[in-house]
């Protein structure tokens, strides 16, 4: 495990004058003395000394240098505070680290739309002291957020302590700007950005650092919560704690963390400067931290102590003041560092398995330590089922070494037994690649390494990293014979029977469409459809777990059905509403009104089954909610279209059906009026589901009652839909309608409020021509106003209040009123203040999964 | 190699390290450079490297890098390993002093500190050049770069060290507008330290010292045979020297029969409270354990001081890092300030950073101590305070001749001479 790479490759002279004319001679370090400091990252098990460290003080410098190194064929690798914990950001092979330590500017913070730009240097927790006086907060918090950059958070794909609730770095990050292997510039663009097509952004966070180097984020943030609660379980057995969260999940709150930190741990927290104050003779300590609209949170805070106290909590702390709660999180948040008191060194495991999991998964990692000999502390993330044994020993005992790696491999082999994965949130790094062949097929190990190679052909950006030297070989692809092309839609049976047709279609260079058809176009010539309608129905639910797999062809309502006996569910209203299948959503990226409150389905996509171009059955992503092994192809058939293959199922993280379901709705004679009250309650930072402007036929006004779907309302309404307890849903009405400032709207609650966005949902996507706009929220009112003539053509128009896009339908009776759609479509799209982001050049890793290019990503010109 | 010994003696502190990066953010070099070698982890990791043999001492990069900490330990406060960078830093700057002898004037400050005669001499010398009142006509009429710029720097810092009239602030004085003071109980004996810098060029701070301390019922013992405490020899790696006159002091203390020793200068109260580490022996273990600050004697966690008269000044409290970070005093000085009525305390953006005095880092680090100088003088200046409170000599000088290179009139004084000047206000002093 300690490796050492003495004999450095020095910089040739004149490389080293290349990169000083760019970078300047202060902020080029190529003295072996100096570099000795870069040998290790936050895991000091492995050093490899770098063969220079530059400091570059601007993109411009960062990119010339990287087009430099590119040039002359030296390696490279990112590094932003060297506090990651699996050595992603060690110089393997005599790389040039390039550090983004000056590159720390916040470049704007849009508090209207919710983002932020930042550089790559600059440290979490300094944006998000940039943007609370917004009332805005950065959600995502690993434990090293005080020092760690977010171009650190973008390449490991960071969660943290609260991301149960919020999710990781990947659900936030809404823009990059990259400056890839050979030296070139892209800019890629999530959904919110106007961007239809395969996620890229999604695949570039968590690829730890290999597919080029991040300059610039945009990130997403959501308004502060408004109160918070924290309470401290005290356990005899660490089993006690493990129960108690289970029991927490199945009341149905969603807390924002929930964190167990063992006896061991809490020693060497107890004896460092940010002391908590937990008793050291305690066997566990369960953190639950609840947060939300303060009026809720007392009842929530009720339900999360019983629970506590029933699973056999011997004491039950409530924080009563910021101070207590700092310090509580203190002592937790900085339990890595305060190992260092009790052992010399450390070695930080990272496993994620099912949450139902973990008190067998405690039990043996327990008797792993006892049966070696070993200290193991335990701090984990146990709402997510994410794991950090620590191995305490002394690097200078070569056997105790010894030990601390077998007891190491046997805890993964643990993790990957019950269904878990080989990290969480540290990365794979240099210190998880023997373990990749473990949990990843041939298959799909394969297609992450043909990925990299076609963003980096000499494998020159951080080498060494993520994937294993060798890898396995793959199984032989079906030979079946091929239908004949254009019999009509095939539907799919099983992930073999759409393995044998794509690899029969691109070894006989058939064009295959993907899906039923209206969406994804038709290829010109013969070709063969495929769908997977066929495949439906749910394959797999824990309710413990919160998890679910289905088979792609499962419409929302009948997905929903199948959760209902648990009080669980997937928020979900795209257009086309509960018979819109799985598949389609993920395909086409597809989103609704619950966006807002919950994020979209990518955000919460555990895992896939991707049959590829070529007939490459890929297994993606597992069924654990962090997981970080390997590059993020999963993320990348979001909104793919078929371009990478075909979909056959799908795992999902669930929610806890709320207890009320509220939809606040206001009638307004005039559309861009609507729009400013709609933009009043968005700013009040209500943590509501979804914010909706709505006009044209069939929005109604008069809902609930028995309302002609019909009638044309005059102007426009907004709806807000609320979710939550009792107690705080009132809360958030009174909010709401204050800030709204006329009179108290209509209220619809439970299965009326339901029916009522289903409704609407199905309304969508249903006019012969229907068009989704990208626009940015804080120009809601003028985008109300250039709809206003669409609306009179008999067109029906929504809009996100809170995260900007517009959907429009119609269906245009003669020439003139279709010239005159084309026109106000224009308008629209220029007060929505979004331009499409041009399409990167990118299309070798779609090469990869279509080799023989029969997939619409290659045969379609436009992804728009 | 006496000294390597008692770095290797330190494996186990520096075992402490985790790696874990923690200290990055705060340490003002690394934000100033970004070089992870100018960080704390970064320097712990040189350290490790020498006691491991696999760096020598007399390298560019142990003697580069140790030699540009501030020592300002901003890191200890952050480390959740419980790292004792200080107590580290010290040891590995005599492992470095060893290795190679350091320039003239690094060499000169702590020799003259050392010797009383020539002290005082110097002292009264830069008395005497600050009454003519040139240097702070110097002070930012110099050019800031070269030979020049280190001038304006010293005349900056010695125009710094005059006594301010506070009297000149905004409002009238209130003369004696409170109750006449009834004589508050006896609480102890005390015994100051009064410094050499701070005697020799801060007296009126000493001034201010005795008079709070005693408006607040403290007895103040003379204890003549005290000395230079030996910091600045401490942080230069002359340990030697350090304990040499720390002998001095604790002898002379010990001796006092006082319920505490009372350091109003940052630097030099973390050395007192330090002396047991220094010295290794009982007395000193005892005597450090009386040490206070003089914030913290008077507005400690379970008192506050006797209220004087207001004193409607806007003041920005600036925590030096010796009294922050190493002593751990924060809040007491803050809790001093808000006794005095009408004084309106502002928050300093990142208060917690050096202002980059840390002795004459300045001069031997012109061009990065000006760096960091100028960040904390910007912070300062989006306060819009009157006053910048803060209690260390060099913090004073240093702040203050940065206010005075940007053409600022604002006057950096200790906390005490607010809270003397609200006494004197109320006719007590």
Known sequence: MSTTLP???????????????????????????????????????????????????????????????????????????????????????????????????????????????????VVNTDLTRATRPHGLIYAPDPSSQSACTLGG??????????????????????????????????????????????????????????????????????????????????????????????????????????????????????????????????????????????????????LAASCVREEGASEVRIAQSDAERTALWAGRKRAFGAMGRIAPDLLVQDATVPRSQLPTVLRRIGEIGDRYGLTIANVFHAGDGNLHPNLLFDRSDAEELARVEAASREIMEVCIEVGGTITGEHGVGIDKRGYMARVLSPEVLQAMSEVRSALDPSRLCNPGKVLPDELPARSELPNEPLPAPDSGPIEVESDRHASELLAAASREGVSVAIGRGRSSGAPPGPHLRLSARGLRGVIDHSPPDLTVTVGAGTPIGELQEALRASRQWFPLDPPGGDDTTLGQVLAEGLGGPLCTGYGRLRDHLLGATLVTGEGRILELGGRVVKNVAGFDLLRLTVGSRGALGLITRLTLRLFPLPAVDRTLVWALDDPAEAARIGMRLAATGSPIAALEWIAGPGSGPCVGESASDDAVPAGALVAARLHGNRPSVEAMVRTLEAAAGIASPRGLEGEESVEWWERRARREGTGAVSVAISSLASSSESV??????????????????????????LDPEGESAADRARAILDEVVRAGGVTPAPAPELSGVLGVFDPAGILPGRWRESWS | MELRAALEEQKDRLGHCVHCGFCLPVCPTYIQLGDEADSPRG?????????????EPESDAYQLHLDRCLGCRACETVCPSGVEYGFLLERARALAVEARRPPLPVRLLPALMARGGARSVALAMGRVMRGTGIPETMAGRLPTTGVWGRLGL??????????????????????????????????????????????????????????????????????????????????????????????????????????????????????????????????????AKGVRDISELLAGEDREPVRGAPLPLKVAYDPPCHLHHAQRVTTSPIRLLESIPELELVPIPGAEECCGGAGIY???????????????????????????????????????????????SIRVVHPVELLAESYRRAGWG
């Open chain 1, 7 to 121: 004999l450095v490759p020095s910089l040739p002279l004149i490389l080293r004058g290349k990169l000083a004319d760019v970078v300047g001679d202060d902020h080029l370090i190529t003295d072996p003395d100096r570099l000795l400091v870069y040998e290790s990252d936050g895991l000091t098990q492995y050093r490899f000394s770098p063969s220079a460290v530059i400091l570059p003080g601007s993109v411009a410098e960062l990119q010339e240098a990287i087009r430099i190194l590119h040039l002359e064929g030296r390696a490279f690798v990112a590094r932003g505070a060297g506090t990651g914990l699996s050595g992603g950001a060690l110089a393997t092979e005599g790389a040039v680290v390039i550090g983004t330590a000056r590159l720390n500017r916040i470049l704007e913070v849009d508090p209207a739309n919710r983002v932020a730009r930042v550089e790559p240097g």
């Open chain 1, 153 to 302: 958070n973008v390449a490991e794909n960071s969660g943290g302590p609260h991301c149960l609730k919020y999710g990781v770095t990947s659900r936030y990050v809404q823009a990059l700007t990259v400056i890839l292997p050979d030296g070139s510039r892209v800019r890629l663009e999530g959904a919110g950005r106007g961007w239809r097509g395969p996620d890229w952004v999604g695949l570039f966070v968590g690829s730890e650092g290999c597919f080029g180097v991040v300059t610039e984020i945009e990130v997403g943030l959501i308004p502060e919560p408004e109160g918070v609660r924290t309470l401290l379980g005290i356990f005899d057995s660490l089993e006690g704690a493990g129960r108690a969260v289970t029991a927490i999940i199945s009341s149905g709150l969603l807390p924002a963390a929930l964190e167990i930190v063992d006896q061991e741990t809490i020693r060497a927290v107890e004896a460092s400067v940010f002391a908590a104050g937990y008793p050291t003779d305690a066997g566990a300590a369960l953190v639950v931290e609840l947060d939300g609209v303060e009026e809720g949170l007392d009842a929530e805070l009720e």
């Open chain 1, 784 to 809: 109300a106003e250039a709809t206003r003539g669409w609306v009179d053509l008999g067109g029906r128009a929504s809009l996100h209040l809170v995260g900007g896009g517009v959907r429009l339908d």
């Open chain 2, 43 to 55: 320097r712990l990791h040189l350290m490790r490297a020498v006691v491991e043999g696999r760096l």
């Open chain 2, 154 to 287: 010293a005349m900056g810092m010695l125009a710094s060290s005059r006594p301010s009239r506070l009297d000149a602030g905004p409002a009238a004085p209130a003369k004696a507008t409170t109750e006449p003071r009834s004589d508050p109980p006896s609480r102890g004996r005390v015994a100051m330290l009064t410094g050499c810098v701070q005697s020799g060029l801060f007296a009126h701070v000493n001034r201010a010292t005795r008079t709070v301390l005693e408006v607040n019922g403290w007895e103040v013992v003379e204890v003549p045979g005290q000395g230079c405490c030996g910091a600045l020899h401490a942080h230069s790696g002359r340990l030697d020297q350090a304990r040499d006159l720390a002998r001095v002091n604790v002898s002379a203390f010990s001796a006092a029969g006082v319920d505490h020793v009372i350091s109003n200068a940052a630097g030099c109260g973390a050395l007192l409270r330090e002396s047991g580490e220094l010295l290794e022996d009982e007395a000193a273990e005892a005597m």
């Open chain 2, 362 to 408: 300045g001069i031997t680090h012109q061009e990065l101590g000006g760096r960091v100088g100028r960040r904390k003088t910007d912070a300062i200046l989006t306060t819009g305070c009157d006053v910048v409170a803060t209690g260390n000599p060099g913090c004073q000088m240093q702040i203050g001749a940065g206010l005075l290179a940007a053409g600022e």
